[in-house]
């Protein structure tokens, strides 16, 4: 299987990436940013990396385009699914694929298998007699990790809010 640098600064995204990559036999090194991936490639020489966007230091963007510059290795960058996405800087830093997080186990896999020719395919259900059933699979990792992703990026946003509103109330009082 292949060695992957996942480079993401969640801990839910690096966990939940490992689970999934791990589970079907990869090596997996986990980086909380940027540069100490820029790092990490000469010693962990990996065949693939993952690395989200928006990252401390040195953004997924940034390290898509050094490692590019450096060879060929396959780099996916990762954005969460509320987080804005750059098209044109994908494509000028020459990304091999973008992923949503949290990450969907068939989909991530898919893209890994391009590059070692094993995509994973998923065969369509058989028809079932009588009425169609349906099962739910409910994983609370993946819940919690996406509840944390959408908070993630929520944040700022929530707190610049809340900052007007209580601003705006002790000034109304003053008054």
Do not use: N, W
């Amino acid at each position: 299987m292949s060695r992957i640098l996942l480079a993401d600064d969640s801990p839910h995204a690096q966990r939940m990436g490992e689970r999934i990559l791990r589970d079907e036999g990869h090596e997996v090194i986990t980086v909380s940013d940027g540069r100490v991936a820029m790092l990490r490639l000469e010693d962990s020489k990996p065949d693939i990396i993952i690395a989200d966007i928006s990252m401390p230091e040195v953004s997924g963007y940034q390290l898509c385009t050094f490692v590019k510059q450096m060879g060929s290795t396959p780099v996916f960058l990762t954005a969460g699914a509320v987080e804005p996405v750059d098209e044109a800087e994908v494509k000028r830093c020459r990304a091999d694929g973008l992923l949503k997080k949290p990450f969907e186990s068939t989909l991530l896999l898919e893209a890994i298998g391009r590059f070692q020719g094993e995509a994973k395919t998923v065969e369509p259900p058989k028809p079932l007699s009588g009425p169609p059933k349906s099962v739910v699979v409910i994983d609370p990792e993946q819940v919690r990790a996406a509840v944390t992703i959408a908070l993630e990026s929520a944040l700022p946003t929530m707190i610049d809010e809340l900052t007007e509103k209580v601003l705006t109330a002790i000034l109304a009082k003053k008054s």
